[in-house]
């Protein structure tokens, strides 16, 4: 299986800061085929099922602000929100999408400082 | 508007077989690339993918569980039904059903149930 570290745990950013979080997938997630990288982004909201933020690593899903984005390649990922929201406290779940088992992450608490 | 409802048992014993059923309204799963997935979450910590089952009944299955899981679906009924044998405490959590959307590959899921909390105990 394909192992996905995030970094950090948690962290806490003032309203309108940049938060900044990291995945690291433990072999290359990017297809030579389709040249995309096979990385997903989730914020989950507590009592809320999961949400999709990301896919292709850098594609916004259909109605998510542009304050969120995702960038990198291969094995190392980031997710930024440019200018932190109340309603952006949850915790984020990057997944890598190439191979069986599509693997989370463990997940980053972002809180409010 | 696409929603996606997981229902079955709250409790199951131990060995025990469990069923869940999704059903899901806001488009076919008989559409070309449409697929519908299966996640859990145990109390407090990270998603693990389980199974998928496409438009054309291919199914996926996690390599760690697949011997214990089944899906099917039932096109005109909307629902797709996952089964897991030989139940035990440590697959207690939250089981969610999601779509996969077209035009993405693999298991990148847009649309959740609510997921419903399963606890294994005797």
């Known amino acids: 299986d394909i192992v996905m570290t995030q970094s950090p745990d948690s962290l806490a950013v003032s309203l309108g800061e940049r938060a900044t979080i990291n995945c690291k997938s433990s072999?290359?997630?990017?297809?030579?085929?389709?040249?995309?990288?096979?990385l997903a982004w989730y914020q989950q909201k507590p009592g809320q099922p999961p949400k999709l933020l990301i896919y292709?690593?850098?594609t916004r899903e259909s109605g998510v602000p542009d304050r969120f984005s995702g960038s990198g390649s291969g094995t190392d990922f980031t997710l930024s929100i440019s200018s932190l929201q109340a309603e952006d406290v949850a915790v984020y779940y990057c997944?890598?999408?190439?191979?069986?088992?599509?693997?989370f992450g463990q997940g980053t608490k972002l809180d409010i400082k | 508007q696409i929603t996606l409802k997981e229902s079955g048992p709250t409790l199951v014993k131990p060995t025990q077989t469990l069923t869940l059923t999704c059903t899901f309204s806001g488009f076919s799963l008989s559409s070309n690339e449409v697929g519908v997935g299966w996640l859990r979450q145990p109390p407090g910590k990270t998603l693990e993918w389980l199974a998928l089952?496409?438009?054309?009944?291919?199914?996926r299955y996690s390599p760690s569980l697949k011997s214990r899981l089944t899906l099917t679906k039932d096109t005109s009924k909307n629902q797709v039904v996952l089964t897991m044998t030989n139940m035990d405490p440590v697959d207690t959590a939250s089981y969610y059903c999601?779509?996969?959307?077209?035009?993405?590959?693999?298991?990148?899921?847009?649309?959740w149930g609510q997921g419903t909390l399963v606890t294994v105990s005797s």
């Open positions: 292709w690593a850098s």
């Open positions: 997944q890598q999408y190439y191979s069986f088992s599509y693997t």
């Open positions: 072999q290359s997630v990017f297809s030579s085929f389709h040249k995309r990288d096979y």
């Open positions: 089952i496409y438009w054309d009944d291919d199914k």
């Open positions: 999601a779509y996969r959307p077209p035009g993405t590959t693999g298991g990148v899921f847009n649309h």
